[in-house]
Each structure stands twice: as C-alpha cells, then as structure tokens.
C-alpha cells in the first residue's frame, strides 16, 4: 500500500511569489490534513478536509494559503504570496473514516513533509 | 476547545533509567489520546492510542480522566527512544490537535 506523498519535498522562493504543495493520501482515506511545523517543533493545524470538503479550517493562519481537494483525492495548498513567517515543514496526514469503526480510523498516516523556505 | 499541553521541551535520561513524558489535555467530552513519535530523518508515526491499551517498543500510557493526563511511560530507556514525541487529541469527526512536541534524549 502506497503511504502519503507530498510534493516538494522542499521549496526555496522569494518573498512574492507562489508556491502549491501537493498531497497524495493513501487511497479510500477520507480524511485528509494540513499541518504545519514551525520553528522545529510544533505541529500547528491548518485545515482538515472529509472527501472534498472543507471540515474544520480554523487553522489557516491568512487569506494567502488556499487549499482544495479536488473530487475528494489529492489535495494541494498554496501560498500567495509567499511572506517570510510561511517558512516550515507542510505536513500532510490522512486516515479513514471514524465512522468504520475500524482499527485504524482516526490514526493519522503522514507524508514526509515539504520544507518551504521563503527568503 | 481541545488544547494538548506537553510542558517539557526537552527530556534528558541516561540509558537504563525509566522515562515519563508529560501530557495534559483540556476537552469536553471523551477524548481519544495518542502518541505519535518522529524518529530521526524518519515521517512522523503513531506509537500508540489509548483505546488500544497496549504497549509499544515498552511504551506504556494510561489515559486519566480526573488529572486529564495521558503520560508516556516507559521502565528502561534505549537509546533508540531518542526522538520526538507528540501528544495528540482527536474524537470522530473532529481534527486531531497535537502538542508542543517533547524531544526525549537518551544517554549512553
């Protein structure tokens, strides 16, 4: 089973300009999240999508981050335009459903991260 | 709101000695408790849950309900805990909130 993939895995831009991190959960995950890690320590929520709606996004910081999930699989997060304070690890986590009850529903797989670093 | 509190950033032991990371939780409701664990130049991973009431790598964490406390404990540390442990919260639909993040290091 393919695990969650993120792409960059690290991106260096200029102050101004755009940047889209990608995210491919595992597949029949419904649950898909942004995190992000500031300063090397700690993981800060962004947003939580179930299928290809937004469920909590209480935790974007801006306007300047958008993030979508396209019929309900990949989810990509942009920033612009991309400020200084934006630079950390963007993780991405998904897991099943709670409502299956199974062992593994609301156990989050991550990706490896993508580092943005805004100069 | 859930908040997770790990007040310790750091956590040195000697190798041998028993651990305990700290972690304190505010809800309203009944949670459920993890640990997750970043290895280094590894993706962050569970390490266990409380409903699972298990022991990992011996790793032990019993959730309490009257301290809303859910310590990481462990009788005889490796040198291969050393990492970064997070406390984590989340309930059904709701997102799941992580901690600050203590990083455990264990001397040989």
């Known amino acids: 089973e393919a695990g969650v993939t993120q792409f960059p895995s690290h991106s260096v831009i200029e102050k101004g300009q755009t940047v889209t991190l990608r995210c491919d959960p595992i597949?029949?995950?419904?649950?898909l999240y942004w995190y992000r890690r500031v300063m090397g320590k700690e993981i800060k929520f962004l947003l939580h999508?179930?299928?290809?709606?937004?469920?909590?996004e209480s935790g974007m910081p801006n306007n300047r981050f958008l993030a979508e999930r396209t019929g309900g699989t990949y989810s990509t997060l942009k920033v612009q335009p991309a400020e200084l304070e934006d630079s950390g690890v963007y993780f991405c986590a998904s897991s099943q459903d709670w409502r299956t009850g199974s062992s593994g529903a609301n156990v989050l797989t991550f990706g490896a991260g993508s580092r943005l670093t805004v100069l | 709101a859930q908040r997770v509190t790990q007040p310790e950033k750091l956590l040195s032991v000697f190798k041998g000695a028993p651990v305990e990371l700290k972690c304190n939780y505010s809800?309203?409701?009944?949670?459920?408790l993890f640990w997750y664990v970043q290895y280094s130049r590894q993706r962050l991973q569970l390490l266990l849950r409380h409903i699972s009431r298990e022991s990992i790598k011996g790793f032990t964490a019993d959730l309490n309900k009257g301290e809303t406390s859910f310590h990481l404990k462990k009788p005889f540390a490796q040198e291969e805990d050393s990492a970064m442990y997070y406390c984590?919260?989340?309930?059904?639909?709701?997102?799941?909130?992580f901690g600050t993040g203590t990083k455990l290091q264990v001397i040989p």
């Open positions: 999508f179930v299928k290809e709606s937004k469920q909590d």
């Open positions: 809800y309203s409701g009944s949670p459920e």
């Open positions: 597949s029949g995950h419904d649950n």
């Open positions: 984590a919260l989340g309930r059904g639909y709701q997102k799941v909130t």
